[in-house]
């Protein structure tokens, strides 16, 4: 069965910057876009980033645009999504998640399972 690992969170400090990771396993990794999502308190989760099967194509909610850099290594599994310029409002738990088709990949009800996430504070 098909899982997800992420890892990296922390607590950081506005304008700073993190690097998250998520290891898939269990499935064909290369097969599918990967996306990264997250969760505030009190709020819906949402997309971030997505990132087709080969790496050559990447998509960002409006919010992370120009901070947040999605990427993946097709070797060893794993996607990754380095933050910049971090502010409060990025504080979340971050999620990662497969998807057959990129095009797709920002649509978050396709999503049935999800892993355990990793934590982002982002405070002074």
């Known amino acids: 069965q098909a899982q997800a690992v992420e890892s990296g969170g922390g607590l950081v400090q506005p304008g700073g910057s993190l690097q998250l990771s998520c290891a898939y396993s269990?499935?064909?990794?290369?097969?599918?876009?990967m996306g990264w999502f997250r969760q505030a308190p009190g709020k819906e989760r949402e997309f971030v980033a997505g990132i087709n099967w080969a790496g050559s194509k990447t998509s960002y909610s409006d919010s992370v645009k120009d901070r947040f850099t999605i990427s993946r290594d097709n070797v060893k599994g794993t996607v990754f999504l380095q933050m910049t310029n971090v502010k409060p409002e990025d504080t979340a738990v971050y999620y990662c998640?497969?998807?057959?088709?990129?095009?797709?990949?920002?649509?978050?009800?396709?999503?049935?399972?999800w892993g355990q996430g990793t934590q982002v504070t982002v405070s002074s």
């Open positions: 269990g499935g064909a990794f290369n097969d599918y876009a």
């Open positions: 998640n497969a998807d057959p088709t990129f095009k797709t990949v920002s649509d978050i009800t396709r999503f049935g399972a």
